[in-house]
Structures are given as C-alpha cells and as structure tokens.
C-alpha cells in the first residue's frame, strides 16, 4: 500500500513539474486547445487499464465527433489511442432528450451557430422525406417512454409506427446539413398531418435566424397534395392583390416548392419503360421511345467480342432496371450526352442501321434530360469545363441555363 502512495505521489510530482516547465508552456503556445486536452488525455490514460480510464465531458464530445464521421475510422484509432468505448459514447448521447417533433436542444444550438453564420450563409433549404421501418416496441426507462407509436410531437396515438417523417435544413451558399425534425407514423403521413409539420419546422427554424428560400421533396401524393394545398392557401391569401403562385408562404417566409431532381429523373425513366413520349422540342413535333436504348445497347454489346464498345459504362442493369427500379444512378447515366451523341450517330443512313431509324427523338430527350439534370442538380459554384450548366446560377450564367430551358 505504501508502495502505491509513493508511486501516485512521484506520478504527480512529475506531472506539475511538466505543467510548470517550458516545454508545456510552448505548447500552449503552438498548439490549439483541443490537441492539448487531447495529448493530456492520452498522457492521462494510455497506461491505465481499460476500466480505470477517466474522460472529461471534452474528450467524450471530441471522441463522440469521430466516431459519427466514421465508426470504421474510430475502430481503428481505439487500437492506437486511449479513447471512450462505443458505450460510453452511447450513454452520452442518452442524457440528451431526443424525442419526436422539435427538439429545442437542436433549435437552441442553431440559434447560436447561426450568430456565427455569414448573412449570405444562412440561406437554406428545407428537405423532408419518408422511410419504411420495422413496426416494435422499445420502452425508454430513464424518461418513461414507450417508442413504436405515432408521435408527431405533442400527440401520440395507439397506432403501431412504420414510417418515420425526417426534416433537414441544408445551406445553400456554405457547405452545411443539419437533422432537425423527425415524426414517427403509420403509412405515409397523411396530407393534414404533412402541412402541420410543415408550418411547424419552418416557423422553428426561422426563429433560430435562419433564411428558408426553397423546400425540396419527391412527388409522392401525399407530398404534393400538401404543396397544392400550401399554394392555394397562399393564393387565396392574396387574392386581389399581388400573384404569389410560384412560391408558398408559412409565418411571411416565402418558399419555392422543388421537387427532387434525381427522383424526378427515375420517375421519367420508369414511365418511359412502357410509353412513348411524344413532345416539342424547338417548334418541331418528336417521339421517344425505351426501345430504342435497348437497340442501342444491343447493337454495341455485340461489339464487345472486338473491344470497340462505344458505351462499356451501359449495361443490362441500365436497359433493363426492373429489379433495381430505386436506383438513381441507373437512370442518369442512361440520360446522358455520351448516351445521346451515339444513338445519333448510329442513326445516321450512312450506317444503313434500321432498327434506329427515327430515333432522333429519343437522343434529342437523352440530351435534354441530361442538361437539365446538370442544371437544377448543380453541387458546385464553378461548373466543369464539358459542363457548363452544371454550376450554380449566377447573374453572368444567367443565359446560358435559359437559353437551354
């Protein structure tokens, strides 16, 4: 035992003579705050066994910020630094009341990162979308609550759940996401339902300072039956006066409705699937129809054997996308410029190729598809060089995303 105490006591010694010396002070220094908690909280437990580890409420946050970015990434530093194990982390984010509608812990932190923000960066977005889930019960002991019910935030009903309602806000000009609402429900939200949590998220989040300009949702029937009924709300609200028909207003802020691009490209894709689109395009009267891809893609897989594919990207999961009908990538690679440019030079007479005949309309709308996917799906400020339209609008790019719609 007195052997114990000298140890302890010679540990501490050393540790203020460290504090104390030069060494540490150029630390301070040269370093910021969380590198050093973190190197006196390697110093502090690497030699100590698993359960005798101590983590201040800093080291846990800084851990519990890691292992979020990446569970694999945190797995692999635990094998080399002293860190908090997965259910230390969990039992941190236990303490923090996450239950379904509006959490005024995540309101209260936006209103103060927003006073941080730019004015030009508290422009935003709000998304909302629903996922299937497995319908149980799970009772939350430590605040008495029983999950697995619809509960939409101040009203909870004996249905059993298996869908759950997800809002996030987005910046637009800075580079941020945050969850901020989510509702548990039974089906698809119903469109009442829908408009309240609506109404409810948009006035939450305007309140924390932030600016909303748009919504971005499939069209499900619920999601548009919801968006109609915002329209014609506002319409109604100002009737005689001026015309507000583009945009929906909740609590004087004014939101453009958009309907998810990718979606919207899947959904085109799979009526296509088993109808011909007729369309104008430049004051002349076109066709477009799927059979002509599967020519297309016909006539280049039987040029594999010579390795002169003029699309090897294009496969059968691309023509033929029954079993995997959710995937968006399948259908945007298919809309495409290199897709378009060699349908029509294969449907050109000098390659006497009849089963393409008159498919100049399908790889008019494959061109089409694709520059409007870049123009309304851009994720960067400055567009790629092959692809001007797949930047961010700007007053001086202003023509050229007209001039192509």
């Not at 030699?47 to 800084?62: A, M, Q």
């Not at 977005?125 to 009772?139: N, S, T, V």
């Not at 014609?232 to 015309?243: F, G, I, L």
Request: glycine residues 4%; proline residues 4%.
């Amino acid at each position: 035992m007195s052997n114990s105490k000298a140890s302890l006591k010679s540990k501490l010694s050393v540790a203020k003579k460290f504090i104390t010396s030069n060494i540490y002070k150029g630390f301070q220094e040269k370093i910021n705050k969380i590198t050093l908690e973190f190197i006196e909280s390697q110093v502090g437990n690497q030699h100590k066994k698993l359960n005798g580890r101590r983590y201040t409420l800093n080291d846990k946050i800084f851990a519990l910020s890691i292992f979020k970015t990446s569970p694999k990434a945190y797995k692999f530093l635990s094998k080399i630094f002293a860190l908090p194990c997965e259910t230390t982390l969990n039992n941190l984010l236990a303490k923090i009341p996450f239950i379904p509608g509006i959490n005024s812990h995540i309101e209260e932190n936006m209103k103060y990162q927003v006073k941080q923000l730019k004015p030009m960066d508290r422009t935003c977005i709000i998304l909302f979308d629903e996922m299937a889930l497995e319908p149980g019960l799970k009772y939350d002991k430590k605040n008495d609550l029983m999950f697995g019910f619809e509960h939409f935030g101040k009203t909870v009903t004996n249905k059993f759940s298996d869908h759950v309602l997800v809002f996030m806000i987005k910046g637009v000009s800075k580079k941020w996401k945050q969850p901020y609402a989510y509702y548990f429900c039974q089906g698809t939200t119903k469109t009442n339902q829908l408009i309240t949590c609506i109404k409810e998220v948009v006035k939450s989040v305007k309140s924390t300072g932030l600016n909303i300009i748009a919504s971005v949702c499939d069209q499900g029937p619920t999601n548009r039956s919801a968006i109609n009924y915002l329209l014609n709300e506002t319409e109604v609200y100002y009737k005689n006066k001026e015309m507000h028909r583009v945009a929906y207003e909740i609590d004087n802020v004014e939101i453009i409705p958009i309907y998810d691009v990718p979606h919207l490209t899947k959904c085109l894709r799979n009526n296509l699937l088993t109808k011909d689109l007729e369309f104008v395009m430049n004051g002349k009267k076109l066709q477009a129809s799927w059979n002509h891809i599967i020519e297309l893609f016909n006539i280049d897989k039987a040029n594999e054997n010579y390795e002169i594919r003029a699309l090897p990207k294009l496969t059968e999961a691309h023509v033929y996308p029954y079993k995997q009908k959710m995937k968006v990538c399948l259908a945007t690679q298919v809309f495409s410029q290199r897709v378009s440019s060699v349908m029509k030079l294969l449907s050109r007479p000098m390659f006497q190729n009849n089963k393409l005949k008159g498919s100049d309309g399908t790889a008019d709308l494959l061109l089409f598809v694709d520059k409007t996917f870049d123009s309304l799906n851009a994720s960067r400020s400055i567009p790629d060089a092959s692809k001007p339209l797949s930047g961010a609008i700007k007053i001086e790019s202003e023509d050229v995303h007209l001039n192509h719609c």
